[in-house]
């Protein structure tokens, strides 16, 4: 019930397009659902958060999707740049960040 | 700001002989975290601090291993002795209080064990 699943493992887009990964989540005590990304050689970074009182949170071209009642929550990356190749980490928590759950991790690549 | 600051970037060792990781956190924040990450198991949370007092360490994987926080701007981690099941990329983060502030990150010890 503490898990997070993410999908897919690995993900191969061209630039322009828009890029989905997906999570999903067990225990419905979860209130905070981050997402990082992570570049080779660098440790992961905060990119977007969302909280299950909101269905969708932008901020340029990121945007999460929350959908409460199917327990899933996902990252869209519109007009997606060879830049955004990189790790992408969703997590869940409740109350506190030493608590977070993480996902396994999407590796993104964007072709030119 | 210059983050979260880990040495050495890289560690290469032999199996028995003891490893030290150092953290510098950045300066105001009083949460700090020692992950690990493995392509087969993740990023996983080894030990937590808050106000340089361990709070969780249920995920330190045996008694090998012991993270110490003497003061706010430093933290080492050290596996004594050191297996090639420890090879790993281990990374420290701070961030403030312990609620949903964003985790600052360091570059990460690349371990290898051999």
């Known amino acids: 019930q503490q898990q997070v699943k993410q999908s897919p493992q690995s993900l191969i887009v061209q630039k322009g397009g828009i890029s989905i990964i997906n999570c999903a989540y067990e225990?419905?005590?979860?209130?905070?659902f981050p997402w990082y990304q992570q570049f080779p050689g660098k440790g992961p970074a905060l990119l977007i958060a969302?909280?299950?009182d909101v269905s969708e949170k932008k901020e340029g071209r990121f945007t999460i999707s929350f959908n409460k009642s199917a327990k899933q929550f996902s990252l869209h990356i519109m007009d997606s740049q060879p830049g955004d190749s990189a790790t992408y980490f969703c997590?869940?928590?409740?109350?506190?960040?030493?608590?977070?759950?993480w996902g396994a991790g999407t590796k993104l690549i964007i072709k030119p | 700001d210059a983050g979260v600051i880990q040495s050495p970037r890289h560690e290469v060792t032999e199996m028995g002989q003891e490893v030290t990781l150092r953290c510098k956190p950045i300066?105001?924040?009083?949460?700090l975290f020692w992950y690990r990450q493995t392509m087969m198991r993740g990023l996983e949370l080894l030990i937590y601090?808050?106000?340089?007092?361990?709070?969780?360490d249920s995920g330190m994987p045996e008694d090998r291993f012991s993270a110490k926080m003497p003061n706010a701007s430093f933290s080492t981690l050290k596996i004594q002795p050191s297996e090639p099941r420890d090879s790993a990329v281990y990374f420290c983060?701070?961030?403030?209080?312990?609620?949903?502030?964003?985790?600052?990150f360091g570059n990460g010890t690349r371990l290898t064990v051999t």
């Open positions: 969302i909280r299950p």
């Open positions: 997590a869940a928590s409740r109350g506190s960040n030493y608590q977070l759950i």
């Open positions: 983060a701070s961030t403030i209080g312990q609620g949903r502030s964003p985790l600052h």
């Open positions: 601090f808050n106000n340089n007092v361990p709070i969780d």
């Open positions: 300066s105001g924040h009083n949460s």
């Open positions: 225990n419905t005590a979860f209130d905070y």
